[in-house]
């Protein structure tokens, strides 16, 4: 992940390794609910259950984070103790 406002070489990159899982049907209402809370406060609009949920074209997904890296003054990565 890097800050694509700032100018080439003088910003920060993180680096996360983890798993992602589309969620299952049982657990897209929280989902939704949570990425909604989100995606209104950034005048998207409100996401539902149909729109993430079969035949809809695109689906919610969970990520869990393993390892987060940041770069060195050399370019090489370092990992993040959280």
Known sequence: IFDS???PGTGQ??????VAREL???ET???VEIYSKRS?????????VEDVSPPARHRLYQATA?????????DHRVEVSL
């Open 66 to 74: 393993e390892a987060i890296y940041v770069l060195d003054d050399h």
């Open 29 to 31: 209402a929280d989902g």
């Open 13 to 18: 990159g993180v680096y996360v390794l983890g």
């Open 40 to 48: 209104v406060g950034h005048g998207t609009g409100e996401l539902t």
């Open 5 to 7: 406002t700032v100018p």
């Open 24 to 26: 299952p049907a049982h």
